[in-house]
């Protein structure tokens, strides 16, 4: 039996999961930002632990692949490295897991944040889709938004 779950786990279902258990949380973000069920169930720790533990799966089965996690550091090197490495799916799976969650966490803390500065409910709706779609640009959106509601800019908060 265990056997056949684990068979059945690739990397391709393993993508498929993440992109697909990632969206229940995006969707609570971008149309009931003030909820409960947001307060509890996506800014809290449990996303966290979800996508925590398809990232310790997929390293469990770069191990079983007798990955060389050494090559990983080569990436600082240079831009080719960087693209030799992208080829390898289980790195990529990495990445993408990498990638996902913390768009999940800005997110998370883009809705905090509007809310302490009552930023418009519908105005956070397309830095949140441009942050799970693209990321920085998101929160470079999210910041110009949130300057005009606090009145201020501080490089530290």
């Known amino acids: 039996m265990i056997e056949q779950i684990y068979a059945f786990f690739t990397i391709e279902i393993l993508y498929f999961w993440v992109n697909l258990g990632v969206l229940p949380f995006w969707l609570i973000l971008i149309f009931f930002p ?90 956070l709706t397309f830095p949140l889709v441009i942050t799970y779609l693209i990321g920085p640009l998101g929160i470079f959106i999210y910041w110009l938004i949130r300057i005009f509601y606090a009145k201020s800019i501080n490089l530290y908060e």
């Open 34 to 123: 003030s909820s409960n069920l947001s307060k509890y169930f996506v800014t809290s720790i449990f996303p966290i632990i979800l996508l925590g533990g398809s990232y310790i799966f997929a390293l469990y089965k770069s191990y079983l692949n007798s990955y060389d996690f050494l090559t990983n550091f080569e990436l600082y090197l240079n831009i080719s490295y960087l693209s030799n490495l992208f080829s390898n799916d289980l790195f990529l799976m990495l990445f993408w897991i990498h990638f996902v969650s913390i768009n999940l966490f800005v997110g998370g803390w883009m809705v905090k944040d509007s809310q302490k500065f009552s930023i418009n409910k519908i105005l």
